[in-house]
T-cell receptor, first 116, second 113 residues
Framework: AQKITQTQPGMFVQEKEAVTLDCTYD???????LFWYKQPSSGEMIFLIY??????QNATEGRYSLNFQKARKSANLVISASQLGDSAMYFC?????????????FGKGTKLTVNP | KAGVTQTPRYLIKTRGQQVTLSCSPI?????VSWYQQTPGQGLQFLFE???????NKGNFPGRFSGRQFSNSRSEMNVSTLELGDSALYLC????????????FGPGTRLTVL
């Protein structure tokens, strides 16, 4: 079975500083994908970044980067130059091979608060 | 392209009633997945449809059902509502290949009284 663990229920960061949100995963699938989503208070889940298990380089999307350490089974999200609009819940998710399904398994999330 | 749309956005029902939620995927997307989000259980997978066929199903009772139409729009139905069904129901769509990214709609917030 797949499992995602996010150990930080809440994080605080000053505006313009960088912040790292932790995510560890467990799976027996040799091929899998890791995702980060942002959920503002409005409820919509916004896709941020994706890392495939066979990708050699860490994924980056603008101010977002994913620190992928396969041997440690970790996929931490790094947000550079935090903005007030980054305040939201952040979810790490995994998709495995699972016989052709796109099912995502989510962690419990981390609530990020950006202070001015 | 327009994003994933879900209707209605908010819904209030009483125990024992049934409810139908609708999801329109991004144009060209053939796969639709549904998730339930509650404060206690977090985000849980309900089901996944691809080309009108259910491709996977989560661990939910038979009161939860869904379907997908030929235009890829999807509906989910919950019969005999219970208080514990109060949740945010999120729909996500993708092009259909299992390596694709899922894009989510704004959700339907269901309250059962």
């Amino acid at each position: 079975a797949q499992k995602i663990t996010q150990t930080q229920p809440g994080m605080f960061v000053q505006e313009k500083e960088a912040v790292t949100l932790d995510c560890t995963y467990d799976t027996s699938d040799p091929s899998y994908g890791l995702f980060w989503y942002k959920q503002p208070s409005s409820g919509e889940m916004i896709f941020l970044i994706y890392q495939g298990s066979y990708d050699q380089q860490n994924a980056t999307e603008g101010r977002y980067s994913l620190n992928f350490q396969k041997a440690r089974k970790s996929a931490n999200l790094v947000i550079s130059a935090s903005q007030l609009g980054d305040s939201a819940m952040y979810f790490c998710a995994m998709r495995g091979a699972q016989g052709g399904s796109e099912k995502l398994v989510f962690g419990k999330g981390t609530k990020l608060t950006v202070n001015p | 392209k327009a994003g994933v749309t879900q209707t209605p956005r908010y819904l209030i029902k009483t125990r024992g009633q049934q409810v139908t939620l609708s999801c329109s995927p991004i144009s060209g997307h053939r796969s639709v997945s549904w998730y339930q989000q509650t404060p206690g259980q977090g985000l849980q997978f309900l089901f996944e449809y691809f080309s009108e066929t259910q491709r996977n199903k989560g661990n939910f009772p038979g009161r939860f059902s869904g379907r997908q139409f030929s235009n890829s729009r999807s509906e989910m139905n919950v019969s005999t509502l219970e208080l514990g069904d109060s949740a945010l129901y999120l729909c996500a769509s993708s092009e259909g290949w299992v390596t694709d990214t899922q894009y989510f709609g704004p959700g339907t917030r269901l309250t059962v009284l």
